[in-house]
C-alpha cells in the first residue's frame, strides 16, 4: 500500500527545479511575525532532525560532556589504549601512517600533537597519492620497522589492508589500525583494529558509525589518558587537556563530510569555539590564507580551510597537511598554508578540465541509475571532486574513473552517493565479485582500482545492483523547507536564531526557508554562472538572493528570462550578507516556484 504524500507547501508539486516542496518537519508558515519566536523555531528546528521532546536541551548546546560515550565500549580500543600508552611509558618510535585526505591529515596530526603532549614526538607517515595510492603499503610498514618504529598507527586507512598488515605482522611491526571506513568479514591481522564500523561492534559502537576517523581518533585519545592516569603516569607531571585538539577533530569531520548529528555534532560545536582562539599556529595560519577576517564557521571548514589541505595530498606533497598542523613555527606555517592555497589554485584549473570532460560523456548514460565516467589522462587527484560536482548535477551516485595510472594500466576511480544509497557497501562488493583489484569506503563516498578492461562491467554491475536502491531515494524527490514567510521578515537576527540549532551540514541540514510572494526587481548574471536577484514583497521589503551555479539549469533560465511581472516563492538558506555598511540577510537560492 502506499504511503500517502503530505500537502505540499503553497501547492507546489513542481517547482521551477522539478520537485515538490514539503514541510521538513510541522507547518511552520509564520509570515513576518517572527519577532519573540526565537526559541520555537529552535526547538521545531531540532524536532525535525530527529530529536527526542525530552532530549531538546541537551541538543540546544551540544558539550562533549553530553555526548560522549565510553571508549571502551568499542572493540579493541582498550588494547589499542594501552599499546599506545605502552609506547610512550617505554620511550617507543612510533609512526603515525594516515591517508593523504583531510580525515587522514587531521587525524594524523591530532595523534602527533597528543604524544608531543605525552613527551613524545612521534613520526607521521603519509603515502603519495600517485605513486603509492590508498592505504598503508606493506613494504612501507616494514621499512618503517626497520627505521626504528615498533608501533605504527594506522590512521583513515588499514580496515582492509589485508596483505599489507600481514607483511607488517611477518616482520614484527605492531600495527594498530584506527578507521572508519566499511570493513568486510574477515579482519586483517592487527594488534587492534577499532573501527565502529566493524561488522562485529556492540550496539553502542556501531551506533556511532557516522564517525570520521579524526572522531575515532580523539576517542583513542580519551582512552589513551585514562590508561596512562591508571598506570601513575601522571603522578609527578600534568596531565594534559584534550579539548584544544577539538579544533583538528572539526575540520577533519566536516571536509570528511561526515553525519553531524550525535557526537559529531559535538565536537564540531566545541572544535569551532577552539578554532576561534587560534591556538593551533597551522590552523589560524591556514585561516589566515584562506582570507577569513571573522572565526569559521562550519561551511568554511568544508569549502576554504579543508580543500587547502587537501591540494597537498591531491595535487602536490602529501605531507603538507600534517605538517602544517603539527608546527609550532610561525613562519613555517604562514609558508606551507601560501603553499597549499597555490595548491588549490592548481587544483581548480585541473579539476575543471576533468570535469568537463567527464560531464562529455554524461548524454550517452542518461538512464543508468549510477553514472560511471572514465577517461585517460584525468588526474587521480580531483576525480572524487569531479564525482561529488556531477552527483550534484545528475542527482545520482557517481563514480570518476582515472584510466591509466600505473604501468600496469590499471584505473583509479573516486565515487560520491546520494542519501539512502551505500556506495561503499556496493563497492565492497564488487570488489568480492571480481570486478575490481581493489576497494572500499563508506557510504556516502567510495575509492578503488579496476583494470582497465573491467570499468565497463562495472558499470553495468553497479547499474543493476543499485538501479531499484537509487529509484527509490530519487522517486520521492522534493524540497524539505523548515519555514516560511514574508520579506519582511527576513532579518539578520532571523539568521542568528536559525544559526543557534547548528552546526549544519551531513544528517543535519541547514534550514530551507520559503520566502514570498515576491516580485523579481532585478535579475542578472554575476561571475561565471551564478543568477544574482533582487526580490520585493507585497509588503514592501526587499532583499537580495543568489543561486549559484544555476545559469545554464531551467531554474536559472526562468528567473533570467521568464519572470517578468510575475510573483514568485523563492527558496533556499539564509545568510548574512556583510559586504554592506550593516549587515543584511540575504537568500541562497536553492528553488523558486510560481505564486500565482
Not at 164 to 169: I, K, V
Not at 409 to 430: E, M, N, P, T
Not at 487 to 515: H, N
Request: aromatic share 4%; proline share 4%.
Amino acid at each position: 500500500m502506499a504511503t500517502q504524500q503530505p500537502p505540499a507547501v503553497f501547492g507546489v508539486e513542481r517547482s521551477l527545479a522539478g520537485q515538490a516542496w514539503r514541510w521538513r518537519g510541522g507547518n511552520m508558515d509564520l509570515g513576518s511575525g517572527v519577532d519573540g519566536l526565537e526559541n520555537d523555531i529552535v526547538t521545531q528546528l531540532l524536532l525535525a532532525r530527529g530529536v527526542a521532546r525530552d532530549d531538546l536541551e541537551r541538543h540546544r548546546n551540544p558539550t562533549l560532556r553530553a555526548f560522549l560515550p565510553d571508549p571502551s565500549g568499542f572493540r579493541d580500543m582498550d588494547i589499542a589504549a594501552e599499546r599506545l600508552a605502552q609506547a610512550v611509558l617505554s620511550g617507543e618510535t612510533v609512526t603515525i601512517y594516515g591517508d593523504y585526505d583531510v580525515d587522514g591529515a587531521t587525524s594524523a596530526a591530532l595523534l602527533v600533537r597528543l604524544l608531543r603532549m605525552l613527551g613524545q614526538e612521534a613520526r607521521y607517515y603519509i603515502p603519495d597519492r600517485l605513486l603509492e595510492g590508498y592505504g598503508p603499503s606493506g613494504e612501507a610498514l616494514v621499512r618503517l620497522g626497520q627505521e626504528g618504529s615498533s608501533l605504527v598507527v594506522t590512521v583513515d586507512c588499514g580496515a582492509m589492508a589485508h596483505d599489507a598488515l600481514a607483511q607488517a605482522h611477518a616482520a614484527g611491526v605492531d600495527v594498530v589500525v584506527i578507521d572508519h571506513h566499511k570493513c568486510s568479514h574477515d579482519l586483517p591481522i592487527a594488534t587492534a583494529l577499532v573501527n565502529p564500523n566493524r561488522l562485529d561492534e556492540s550496539d553502542l559502537a556501531a551506533a556511532h558509525g557516522h564517525l570520521a576517523a579524526v572522531g575515532v581518533a580523539f576517542l583513542l585519545a580519551v582512552a589513551t589518558l585514562r590508561t596512562l592516569r591508571a598506570r601513575g603516569f601522571f603522578a609527578q607531571r600534568p596531565e594534559p587537556g584534550l579539548f584544544g585538539l577539538l579544533d583538528l577533530v572539526a575540520l577533519g569531520t566536516v571536509a570528511d563530510v561526515a553525519a553531524l548529528h550525535g557526537l559529531n555534532r559535538a565536537m564540531v560545536a566545541q572544535g569551532l569555539k577552539v578554532m576561534a582562539k587560534r591556538e593551533n599556529i597551522g590552523m589560524a595560519a591556514l585561516i589566515d590564507a584562506s582570507r577569513l577576517t571573522r572565526a569559521p564557521t562550519c561551511s568554511d571548514l568544508g569549502f576554504a580551510l579543508g580543500p587547502r589541505i587537501n591540494a597537498g595530498g591531491r595535487v602536490g606533497e602529501s605531507t603538507l597537511g600534517v605538517r602544517l598542523l603539527t608546527t609550532e613555527d610561525p613562519d613555517e606555517a604562514r609558508a606551507i598554508a601560501a603553499q597549499l592555497s597555490q595548491l588549490n589554485e592548481e587544483r581548480r584549473a585541473i579539476e575543471a578540465a576533468v570535469q568537463e570532460a567527464a560531464e562529455a560523456q554524461l548524454d550517452r548514460q542518461h538512464n543508468r541509475a549510477v553514472m560511471v565516467l572514465a577517461g585517460r589522462g584525468w588526474h587521480p587527484g580531483v576525480i572524487g571532486i569531479v564525482a561529488g560536482r556531477i552527483k550534484e548535477k545528475t542527482g545520482k551516485p557517481t563514480v570518476v574513473i582515472a584510466l591509466d595510472t600505473d604501468e600496469a594500466g590499471h584505473g583509479k576511480g573516486s565515487g560520491r552517493s546520494i542519501a539512502g544509497v551505500d556506495l561503499g557497501a556496493a563497492i565492497i562488493a564488487a570488489r568480492e565479485h571480481g570486478l575490481l583489484i581493489a576497494g572500499g569506503g563508506h557510504a556516502m563516498a567510495a575509492g578503488l582500482t579496476v583494470a582497465q578492461d573491467m570499468w565497463g562491467p562495472l558499470a553495468d554491475w553497479l547499474d543493476e545492483r543499485l538501479g531499484a536502491v537509487v529509484a527509490r531515494a530519487t522517486g520521492d524527490r522534493a524540497m524539505l523547507l523548515d519555514l516560511a514567510l514574508a520579506p519582511g521578515g527576513l532579518t539578520p537576527q532571523l539568521v542568528e536564531t536559525l544559526e543557534s540549532a547548528g552546526p549544519f551540514g551531513m544528517g543535519w541540514p541547514g534550514p530551507r526557508v520559503a520566502v514570498g510572494p515576491v516580485r523579481l526587481v532585478k535579475a542578472d548574471i554575476v561571475g561565471k554562472d551564478h543568477v544574482r536577484l533582487i526580490a520585493s514583497g507585497l509588503d514592501g521589503a526587499s532583499f537580495k538572493a543568489i543561486a549559484f551555479r544555476a545559469v545554464e539549469s531551467d531554474l536559472g533560465q526562468a528567473l533570467l528570462h521568464g519572470s517578468q511581472g510575475r510573483k514568485l516563492w523563492l527558496a533556499g538558506r539564509v545568510k548574512i550578507d556583510d559586504w554592506a555598511n550593516r549587515p543584511q540577510a540575504e537568500l541562497h537560492l536553492e528553488d523558486a516556484a510560481w505564486a500565482d
